[in-house]
Structure formats: C-alpha cells, structure tokens
C-alpha cells in the first residue's frame, strides 16, 4: 500500500484521483483549502486550510505530516483565470504563478523530508503550457503559470534524481471539470484520473523530467 499526498483533492481532476487510488487500497492523504462532501465520502485523511500559495500554510502541513513517507505527491491544485491582450488584470495573473507555478515548488520542497528513495512527484499541468503547441494565444497567466511550472518539473526531476525521487509532468487531457468547463470532445475526471495513475505507476528515474499526455505520449515544450 502506498501513501499519496494529494493537493486540491476536493473537486475535480484530484477528487477523481483520490477516489481511483483509495478504491485500489492506497492511503489517500488530501491536502486541500476547503472540503467537499464528495471527498468526506471518501473516508480518507483530509487536511483543510492548506493553500499552495501560502508559505505558512504549506508549512504547516508538512508539520502536521512530518515523520510520515510519502511515496507519491500529487500537485494537482491549480486555479484559472481567463484573460486576454485586451482585458487583463495582472493582480490574477500573480495569483495563477503563486499557486500553478509556485505552489508545486513549495509543497514539494516542505514535503522533501517525507519523500525517499524510490517516491514519484507528479505535477499535474496543462498542454497550454506548451510553447510548441500553442496555436491561439489568449489566457496569458494560466499558458504562462503552466509553461513555469513545467520547466520547475524539469529542475526537479534533475535535482531529485541523485536522491532516487522521479519527476512526472502530466497533461491530464481535455476534462470536464469546474475549472475546464464542459465540452462535448472532454472525458470526465474519472477517465482522466484512470489515465494520470497509470502514468505515476509506470514512472520510473529513466522515464523522469517528461511532458506526457495522460495518454502516454510525449508533449512538445
């Protein structure tokens, strides 16, 4: 049985992928702001008021776990804003670096103590952050904050594999979610989830520092 730290485990993409690693046997531990009752139901340990964004707070979360291995972190807490040329408010697009960017980097370093020999960061990302692959522009803070936290998943996945810690950085496809919206091409999170643990299963040092699709293929920078 392996221990997942999970951010943003409440809704979404990290509620489904609560859900599919606590059904197979694993400890779930979620690490979110607020609960849900959908992640209640799950009968797993939760740690609320915990905000990526936040120094102290991430602090304090790894306080309350510490002695405890982590054998997979999932960075999954992300937010979106929708911006354009035209109308953009860079007080959001901080906001969208301090938790899709940052946050990832914070957590992963607080929680360094409880990862060993052997444990996988995932970094749940977004194809828009992809320099190669954008054709249409628009939403700068969120293809900004996504192509950061990529290259921050590359710097880990270098400076972590001496300790035998492997980096995954994952496109989770197109979801319907809250944050995504809905569309008629999407998956549902489950089948998202399904894919992404498929991918952290398989991970190993010689595959870490890759940009996959949950798919499995390879992702343009």
Do not use: C
């Not at 999954?76 to 969208?96: E, G, K, P, V, Y």
């Not at 192509?147 to 810690?165: E, F, R, T, W």
Request: hydrophobic share 45%; net charge positive.
């Amino acid at each position: 049985m392996a221990r997942f730290v999970i951010t943003g485990a409440n809704r979404g993409i990290g509620l489904a992928l609560a859900r599919a690693v606590a059904a197979r046997g694993d400890q779930v531990v979620a690490a979110v702001r607020r609960s849900s009752a959908e992640l209640k139901a799950l009968g797993v340990e939760v740690h609320t008021g915990v905000d990526v964004a936040d120094d102290a707070s991430v602090a304090a979360f790894a306080k309350a776990i510490a002695g405890k291995p982590v054998d997979v972190l999932v960075n999954n807490a992300a937010i979106h804003h929708s911006d354009s040329l035209a109308a953009m408010d860079f007080a959001r697009l901080r906001d969208q670096f301090e938790v899709n960017s940052l946050g990832p980097i914070r957590m992963t370093r607080a929680l360094l103590p409880n990862l060993g020999k052997g444990a996988r960061v995932a970094i749940i990302t977004s194809r828009s952050g992809s320099i190669g692959d954008n054709g249409s522009g628009g939403n700068y803070g969120y293809r900004m904050s996504k192509a950061a936290v990529n290259m921050a998943g590359v710097n880990l996945s270098i400076d972590l594999k001496p300790k035998g810690i492997a980096v995954a950085i994952l496109h989770p496809g197109m979801v319907n979610t809250g944050m995504g919206g809905r569309s008629p091409h999407a998956v549902e999170p489950e089948d998202s989830a399904k894919r992404l643990v498929a991918r952290i299963d398989e991970l190993t040092l010689a595959k870490t520092g890759a940009f996959l699709h949950a798919e499995g293929h390879v992702l343009p920078w």
